[in-house]
């Protein structure tokens, strides 16, 4: 635990709570750039230079759920609500498989109905049967005589679709999901408690990460950084509530505020004064530094470039990917709706098409030396190795 806080204290930050005094400036500098040029070797070990995709469909942004942060709350008035409808969010899943993208990551806001269920398990069928037969005809076999463990054929499908009992997961897991994304938020119960309401229970968060790791599911976890209380000693214990869960992949960005949800009024009162841009630049570096932690403690999982870095900095995500992160996760989201999945202020490529964010990608990854592994569903070697 005190060599993970000490880790990710090195540069000056607002964060209360550092191990010792903070380092001046040139040492700061220096054990960053021992940091993070030690995450990326660890990541070239397991990945050379090979990026994986996940491409995103946000496919409602309907939420009974009052996360203090998100900008599709429940009681945010302003967001308009969608659904899209199953045929379209399969007919993304096609355009996903035919431009390689490995795995689909279906997201949307929380909603535990029985139509919501009956939705999920319909898309996810239909998303499996359609890309494993595509997969199937391009590999020339016989879709009626392939084995009946597909694992590797067609799409990869995650869900990040909230807490839900075990009997669906379980449900959804049996129609063909592979993934699953849920956020810890913190791992700290009291900092959690404290951005969500009552009735949100961390413990519940944990029940339902245990569940679907129980139930055979790869899972994601992650946390937000930089959320008004939150401390370095947090930070760290985040860390170590990834490597004692066991997740196969981990998704951190930094907390960006959102008009009108009480969190953003708490950080205000927190950093009343403070240069806002100057501020989200340290926080992009200390989620770097968090990913550049987790590769180093976690060895071979896969960590993500997050969306949210690239509302701070126009390259937040290329130079997550020299600090240890290892996955890009493409919005292909239908344009329409896209303006209305806004968790955050300033989340980007609203206004553009799958395939511009493909092409846009493609380029960036150049830019940093790493390329497209293109068509694989990039487990990460730490799911293959305990099954
Ligand atoms: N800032 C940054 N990330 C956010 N998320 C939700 N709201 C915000 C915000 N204001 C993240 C949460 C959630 C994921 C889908 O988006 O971590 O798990």
Redesign the pocket.
Known sequence: MEALLSAITPASTRLPGAAAAPADAERAGLLDSALFAHAESVSNRFFGKDVYYRGIVEFSNVCEND?G???IRKHQRRARRYTMPADEVVEVADWAFKHRMGTLML?SGELNTPQRLKYLVEVVQAVKARTQALDAEQRSLDPSQLPKDTTGLGLCVAL?VGELPREQYQTLRDAGADRYL??I?SSNPELYASIHPPAQKWENRVRCLRDLKDIGFMIGT???VGLPGQTLRDLAGDVMFFRDLGADMIGM??????AG?P??DMWAAQFEGVDKGAHMKEMLTLTTRMNALARVTLGNVNIAATT?LQAIDAVGREIALRRGANVLMPILTPTKFREHYT??EGKPCITDTAEECQKCLNARLSMVDKKLRPGVWGDPPSYRQSV
Not at 253 to 258: D, L, S, W
């Open positions: 996360c942060y998100c900008g997201q990040s849920l956020r938020e992650g946390v937000m960005g930094p907390y960006i505020t959102e949800t969190v953003a949210a968790l955050y």
